[in-house]
């Protein structure tokens, strides 16, 4: 790894979240909204949250059998929606709301529950 690349990938740890960018309102495929939307950075391309940043942040596992039973459709739209804070008030999850559409936040929230089917 080069010099650059250590710097960028420590300074990219202590960064909070960046507020996503919006995402064209035309894409629907979930797949292609969960990489747009920059999900796969903390979440990982399989839903596992097996990243840097997502072991950082605690992030759930989509394809927990547990986070699937205890976690309710209503839950995953309101965090896609609002994002989450940790105790402190720091951002864990940027908000969505402004950045995708409303059938947006939803494919995506149908999307996860994909992953405990894998």
């Known amino acids: 790894m080069s010099l650059a690349a250590f710097a960028l990938s420590v300074v990219l740890q202590q960064a909070p979240t960046a507020p996503p960018a919006p995402v064209s309102p035309g894409i629907q495929d979930p797949k292609e909204l969960f990489s747009k939307a920059k999900c796969v950075f903390c979440h990982g391309e399989d839903g596992r949250g ?20 205890e976690t309710s459709d209503k839950e995953i739209l309101e965090t896609i929606r609002n994002g989450t804070k940790d105790k402190k008030g720091k951002v864990r999850m940027p908000a969505f709301r402004t950045k995708l559409t409303p059938g947006q936040i939803k494919a995506l929230a149908t999307y996860l529950r994909t992953f405990a089917k894998k």
């Open 50 to 69: 097996d990243t840097e940043k997502g072991h950082k942040l605690e992030v759930p596992d989509f394809t927990s059998k547990k986070w699937s039973e």
